[in-house]
C-alpha cells in the first residue's frame, strides 16, 4: 500500500514526463495515419500512409528502449512489406486516383464492430493497468547487444524453427505464382 | 511511463486494422489491415516486456518471431492474390463467393409458390 503510494506520488497523469508527452504525440500521429490508411480511396495512397504509421511505431518502440525491434520494423515493415503491397497493387492493376469501390457494403457493420471492439478493449486495459508505471530507467532493454544474447542462448530453437518456416513461405509463394506452361495444365 | 499509454495505443490500432479488414473491398487493403492489427500485438508484447524486466526478454523475442511470420504471411498472401486476380480478373473480396451457402430447392419452390 505505502508503496502503491510512493509511486503513485512520484508519477502522475498531471505531470507527464518528456518520453511521455512525445509517445502520446508521435501515438497520435500514429493512429491518424492507420485512419486514413483504413479510410482513403486512393489505393496507392493507403499503402503510403502505411508507411507513416509503421514508421510511427519504429518511433514508440525507440521511445520504449527496444532500439533492436525499431530497427528491424523499419527494416522489415517499412523496407520490405510496404514495397511487397506496392507491388501487388500494381501487378492486380489497381487504379490511380480514386476508386469508388474501395470499400465493401458491410461498412456500417464494421465501424460498429470497430468501436464495440476499441470500447471495451480501452475500458478494460485503462480499467487494469490505472496504476502501472514503466521504469526506463537503467540500460537499455531492447539493445543489439541484449536481444542477440538472449536470441542465440535461450531462444536458439525457435529461431531455427522460424528459419525454416520462411524458407518453406519463400518456396510457397514461388511454387504458387509461377506460371504453369499450357501442357502441364 | 504510465502502462496504460502503449496498451491504449495497441486497442486503438488493433480496433482501426479490425474495421479495415471488414470493411475493405480491394484483397490487398485487407492484408494492410492485419499488418496494423500485427502491429499493435507487436507494441503491446514490447511494452509488457519492458514494464516487466523480464531476465529472458520473452515478449522481444516474441515480437522478432511475429514480424518473421507477418512477412511469411504477407509473402503467401499477395502470391495468393495475384494467383486470384490472374485467373478471376479481380481482386475483390465481395465477388469470391464459390463457397457461398446455395439456397436450397425448397426455398426456391416455397418463393416461387
Given at each position: 500500500m505505502t508503496l502503491a503510494a510512493t509511486t503513485a506520488a512520484a508519477h502522475g497523469f498531471l505531470s507527464p514526463t518528456g518520453v511521455e508527452v512525445a509517445f502520446v504525440l508521435v501515438g497520435l500521429a500514429t493512429l491518424g495515419a492507420a485512419l486514413v490508411t483504413v479510410t482513403t480511396r486512393q489505393l496507392v495512397h493507403a499503402a503510403l500512409w502505411l508507411v507513416v504509421a509503421l514508421g510511427g511505431l519504429a518511433v514508440e518502440y525507440l521511445l520504449l528502449t527496444a532500439e533492436f525491434i525499431a530497427w528491424v520494423q523499419v527494416l522489415i515493415y517499412v523496407g520490405s512489406v510496404v514495397v511487397l503491397l506496392l507491388f501487388g497493387l500494381m501487378l492486380t492493376k489497381a487504379p490511380i486516383g480514386r476508386s469508388p469501390d474501395a470499400d465493401s457494403g458491410n461498412r456500417p457493420v464494421a465501424l460498429a464492430v470497430a468501436l464495440a471492439a476499441a470500447a471495451a478493449l480501452v475500458w478494460v486495459v485503462v480499467d487494469a493497468f490505472r496504476t502501472t508505471w514503466i521504469d526506463l530507467d537503467g540500460p537499455a532493454q531492447g539493445s543489439t547487444d541484449v536481444i542477440g544474447q538472449i536470441l542465440f542462448r535461450h531462444w536458439v530453437l525457435p529461431f531455427e524453427a522460424l528459419s525454416v518456416l520462411l524458407l518453406a513461405a519463400l518456396v510457397g509463394a514461388i511454387v504458387l505464382s509461377r506460371k504453369k506452361k499450357e501442357d502441364e495444365r | 511511463?504510465?502502462?496504460?499509454?502503449?496498451?491504449?495505443?495497441?486497442?486503438?490500432?488493433?480496433?482501426?486494422?479490425?474495421?479495415?479488414?471488414?470493411?475493405?473491398?480491394?484483397?490487398?487493403?485487407?492484408?494492410?489491415?492485419?499488418?496494423?492489427?500485427?502491429?499493435?500485438?507487436?507494441?503491446?508484447?514490447?511494452?509488457?516486456?519492458?514494464?516487466?524486466?523480464?531476465?529472458?526478454?520473452?515478449?522481444?523475442?516474441?515480437?522478432?518471431?511475429?514480424?518473421?511470420?507477418?512477412?511469411?504471411?504477407?509473402?503467401?498472401?499477395?502470391?495468393?492474390?495475384?494467383?486470384?486476380?490472374?485467373?478471376?480478373?479481380?481482386?475483390?473480396?465481395?465477388?469470391?463467393?464459390?463457397?457461398?451457402?446455395?439456397?436450397?430447392a425448397e426455398e426456391k419452390a416455397e418463393a416461387a409458390a
Open positions: - | 511511463m504510465h502502462l496504460a499509454y502503449p496498451a491504449v495505443l495497441a486497442a486503438l490500432l488493433f480496433a482501426v486494422g479490425l474495421y479495415g479488414v471488414l470493411a475493405r473491398r480491394n484483397a490487398i487493403l485487407v492484408l494492410m489491415s492485419v499488418e496494423l492489427m500485427l502491429n499493435a500485438v507487436n507494441l503491446n508484447l514490447v511494452a509488457f516486456d519492458v514494464w516487466l524486466r523480464d531476465a529472458l526478454h520473452a515478449g522481444q523475442a516474441l515480437t522478432l518471431f511475429t514480424v518473421a511470420v507477418a512477412a511469411a504471411e504477407i509473402g503467401i498472401g499477395l502470391a495468393i492474390v495475384l494467383m486470384v486476380h490472374r485467373n478471376r480478373g479481380t481482386s475483390d473480396v465481395d465477388r469470391l463467393r464459390d463457397t457461398r451457402e446455395q439456397p436450397s
